[in-house]
C-alpha cells in the first residue's frame, strides 16, 4: 500500500512539472508574440520619427490608414502594398524597378493611389573599371565600377504606389524610409528626385464583392 502511495505521488509530481514546464513555455512565446515586429511596423515608426509639413498631414494620415490596414491584412491594403516591390537585382544591372503600375492604379474602394516614379542615385560614380573584382571588399565598390561595357550601377528608377494625396516632397520621404529598410541603407550619398506621379480612375466594388468580403 505504502509503494502504491509512493507511486502515485511521484505520478502527481511528474505531471505538476510536465504542466508548469508547458506554462512556462507558452507565457514565453505569447511574449515572442507580442513584441514581434514586422517591416510594416518599422515604416509605421520611421513615419512618426520624420519631420512633417503641416501641408503634408493628408499623406501621413493616408499613408499611416493603409500601412495599419496591412498590418491587419485588409484586402485593400495589401493589394496596395503588394503592388511595390522592393529592389532587386542591382548588382546584376537591374536598372528600373518599377513594382506593378496596372495593380497600382486600379487599388478598389474609396482609397485613391497614386503611380510614382523616383530616380534613386544609390552612390557617386567615377571609379574607372576593374578587371578583378574583390568579393570580400565593398559592395559600394562594386556599384562604383562601371561594367565591362561602361554601364554603373550607382542609379535606379523606383516605382511605388502611394496615397493620391503624397506630393512629390512627401513621396520622396516615404522613399527614403522605405530605402533606409533595404539592404542598401549603409550607402550614405544616396538621394532621391521624384520625376512623375499618375493618378488612376476610382474603382468601386460590386456588391456581389462585399457580400463575398
Not at 497614386?114 to 534613386?120: E, H, K, N, S
Request: proline share 4%; charged share 20%; glycine share 6%.
Amino acid at each position: 500500500m505504502n509503494v502504491l502511495c509512493v507511486a502515485l505521488l511521484c505520478l502527481c509530481l511528474f505531471i505538476h512539472d510536465i504542466t508548469a514546464t508547458s506554462n512556462i513555455i507558452n507565457t514565453k512565446n505569447k511574449g515572442k508574440e507580442k513584441t514581434l515586429r514586422t517591416d510594416v511596423d518599422n515604416v509605421i515608426e520611421q513615419l512618426g520619427n520624420e519631420k512633417w509639413e503641416p501641408n503634408e498631414t493628408p499623406c501621413v494620415e493616408k499613408t499611416l490608414q493603409l500601412l495599419h490596414n496591412v498590418k491587419n491584412f485588409t484586402l485593400w491594403a495589401v493589394w496596395i502594398w503588394d503592388s511595390i516591390q522592393q529592389p532587386v537585382g542591382i548588382l546584376y544591372g537591374s536598372r528600373t524597378q518599377l513594382g506593378n503600375y496596372d495593380q497600382c492604379l486600379k487599388s478598389k474602394g474609396e482609397f485613391r493611389t497614386q503611380y510614382c516614379l523616383a530616380d534613386i542615385k544609390l552612390t557617386d560614380p567615377g571609379i574607372d573599371r576593374q578587371e578583378d573584382v574583390n568579393i570580400y571588399g565593398s559592395a559600394e565598390l562594386y556599384l562604383k565600377t562601371p561594367s565591362k561595357y561602361g554601364r554603373d550601377f550607382t542609379s535606379i528608377t523606383w516605382g511605388v504606389c502611394l496615397p493620391e494625396q503624397c506630393h512629390p516632397e512627401s513621396v520622396s520621404k516615404i522613399l527614403k524610409i522605405l530605402f533606409r529598410r533595404s539592404y542598401f541603407s549603409p550607402l550614405t550619398n544616396s538621394s532621391i528626385t521624384v520625376t512623375s506621379c499618375e493618378t488612376g480612375e476610382s474603382l468601386q466594388y460590386s456588391t456581389g464583392f462585399y457580400v463575398f468580403m
